[in-house]
């Protein structure tokens, strides 16, 4: 089948960032992750397209992750296509041998701009295609899969176009501030996000309800835990200065919150890990 590519796109460096993937060499040894820029004419919306595939294994291959940051992604492969709202703790994901899995990653709060319902219905939350993409049935999810990975990019920014969706500013504080997050470490509490954007807690907290879906504190929460399992990942085992370092007065409630999020303690963490 032949088919010109109008809008041909370049890798970037995403792919090799670790982010939530809380057993990042294993993946690293399973799975080709690749990641691309969007055109610029849809870049207020989409963060990056991205492609997955599966090494040849012997077993279908499992990986346990912590979404980073609140996204959403829509994604198609021959077994199975959604698309998955942002999820507040661990969830694990399967891949069979040989899988191909082709998406695209919005930019927080972006979706809203072409969602109908809630965007705290996504939350936990896998749903079909047809809810946003009424002609991405299973029949024409297997004719673009015959493409190569250009190609079905090709189709999928063609879609989007073809919905013109709005920019709108909101979507760019959301950014603003998950950006203020993940690159200052002074930066740990919603009032001290408030006084730095100059909106009321409550105003702020609407605004992520409203756009994203998930409360801004399970940001702040997951940016924390995130770095604990990076530091133990690289030999801390500290617990007591781990807490204390992520901002715990108490130890207990941090080996609470961490189990609650990565379904293990720090220990059972460190131990799988080694």
């Known amino acids: 089948m ?20 809380l057993n990042p060499a294993s993946f690293e040894q399973n799975v080709k992750f ?5 055109p610029e004419d849809i870049a207020f919306l989409v963060e990056h397209f991205w492609t997955i595939r599966t090494r040849h294994m012997d077993t279908k291959y499992q990986s346990e992750q912590l979404m980073h940051r609140p996204y959403v992604d829509f994604f198609i492969s021959a ?3 959604g698309i998955q709202g942002t999820f507040r703790e661990k ?16 930019r927080p709060g972006a979706f809203h701009a072409l969602y109908a319902g809630k965007m705290s219905d996504l939350r936990d939350r896998v749903i079909g295609l047809e809810h946003v993409f009424s002609d991405y049935d299973s029949q024409y999810i297997d004719k673009i899969l015959r493409l190569e990975d250009q190609e079905v990019f090709d189709q999928i920014i063609e879609k989007l176009r073809s919905i013109k969706p709005i920019q709108d500013t909101r979507v760019e504080l ?12 002074d930066v740990v509490s919603l009032a001290q996000i408030a006084v730095a954007v100059g909106k009321s807690e409550r105003w702020l907290q609407q605004l992520f309800r409203e756009y994203v879906g998930v409360g801004l504190k399970w940001f702040l929460l997951t940016k924390r835990l995130l770095a604990v399992a990076h530091s133990i990942r690289y030999g801390a085992s500290d617990w007591a200065a781990l807490a204390y370092d992520a901002g715990y007065s108490s130890q207990q409630h941090f080996n609470t919150d961490f189990k609650r999020v990565t379904g293990k303690t720090p220990q059972q963490y460190r131990q799988e890990i080694a």
């Open 91 to 106: 969830r694990q994901y399967a891949a069979d041998p040989g899988a191909r899995i082709i998406g695209v990653r919005f």
């Open 34 to 38: 690749e990641t691309y820029a969007p």
């Open 2 to 21: 032949m088919h010109m590519v109008k809008n041909v796109l370049q890798k970037t460096a995403a792919s090799s960032k670790t982010r939530g993937r």
């Open 174 to 185: 959301v950014n603003t501030i998950i950006d203020m997050v993940e690159t200052r470490d």
């Open 79 to 81: 077994n199975y296509s």
